[in-house]
């Protein structure tokens, strides 16, 4: 549950299963062949994949596998496994997250108590932090919705670490928020006693316009930066833009996303038009929203009109081919 205030200290040794994973989950068993799959070695994945590949560059594609991005270091996409009317089979990205969700939903891979959540912080998070001064401050984790992920990770971050956690709430349109930046994008918390503390890294769970409270660039180490949603982690826009030019650069290796077709900077007015180029069915999203909000699923005049009607934040969308049953006209 989560809590009134928008500051929790959380310390070592109160990570509890019961508090971050829905009660179905904690005696669900993973599937054999996903938790085959979870245990592979970079390697393994490399060879397995050029097995069934055998056209690929696999030079490339370890280059691809092996590329450790400079600030986009936590991510999760939305999958979808398609059969096309030739009856072969792919995997398509629907579109990225710079926040996902999803460790309170995921059966345990080993067995271990904090499942996804310490693998996260030891693997990523922690190694992150390794070269920054622990005198700078403290460490923190900022959110603004799903506590039960963003405490989770509070907790395994403490545990690792061994040191108190600052879990801070940060709402859109906070009237008096706990959290500011200095003029240096130094993070600072506002203790229980009314003292700002500086923070020395951040864990951001922060999701709906995080670049409306939190700077472009900043002296605390922020997982992610904000460079990482404006570049395609929050914005379908620019993400879709980042698809094609990658496949541009894959041309000739047997590599590429495979993606619905999507049109940019689509205007309200020109909704309708190419909806009706796909055949009257298709989906249309906003640049920067997420969740399932501000996505309209049109497969008839009347959705396209109530999208229409509606009132928008934006003025440019991008407008994608549906995914569905190969019978539906």
Not at 279 to 307: L, M
Request: charged share 20%; with cysteine.
């Amino acid at each position: 549950m989560e809590p009134e205030g928008k500051l929790v200290i959380v310390a070592p040794g109160e990570f509890d299963v019961v508090n971050h994973f829905y009660p179905r989950v904690l005696n669900a068993q993973l599937h054999p062949v996903m938790r085959y799959f979870f245990n592979f070695t970079r390697d393994r994945i490399i060879s397995r994949y050029h097995h069934l590949h055998p056209f690929v560059d696999v030079d490339k594609l370890e280059e691809l596998v092996t590329y450790q991005p400079s600030f986009f270091r936590w991510v999760g996409s939305d999958l979808f496994a398609v059969t096309t009317g030739d009856g072969f089979r792919h995997m398509m990205v629907i579109e990225t997250n710079s926040c996902p969700s999803g460790q309170k939903s995921t059966p345990f891979i080993e067995e271990m108590d904090q499942g996804g959540y310490f693998h996260l912080m030891s693997k990523t998070f922690a190694p992150l932090i390794e070269s920054v001064d622990e005198k700078a401050g403290g460490l923190a984790v900022i959110y603004d919705k799903n506590f039960m992920e963003a405490s989770g990770y509070a907790s395994a971050m403490a545990d690792l670490s061994g040191e108190q956690v600052f879990l801070v709430r940060m709402p859109r349109g906070d009237s008096d928020p706990i959290t500011r930046f200095t003029s240096d994008g130094v993070l600072e918390v506002k203790s229980l006693d009314g003292e700002w503390l500086p923070m020395r890294a951040a864990f951001r769970y922060v999701t709906q316009s995080p670049w409306d409270r939190i700077p472009l660039k900043t002296k605390t180490m922020i997982l992610n930066p904000i460079i990482a949603c404006l570049s395609g982690g929050r914005n379908k826009l620019v993400a879709s833009k980042a698809y094609d030019l990658l496949n541009s650069e894959l041309i000739g290796t047997g590599l590429k996303i495979r993606t619905p077709e999507t049109i940019w900077d689509v205007s309200i007015a020109e909704v309708p038009l190419w909806i009706k180029r796909m055949g009257g069915i298709g989906v249309v999203k906003n640049p920067y929203s997420n969740a399932g909000q501000g996505v309209w699923t049109i497969t008839n005049t009347r959705d396209c009109d109530k999208f229409r009607q509606a009132s928008h934040q934006y003025s440019k969308f991008i407008v994608q081919k549906l995914i569905g049953n190969s019978t539906w006209h």
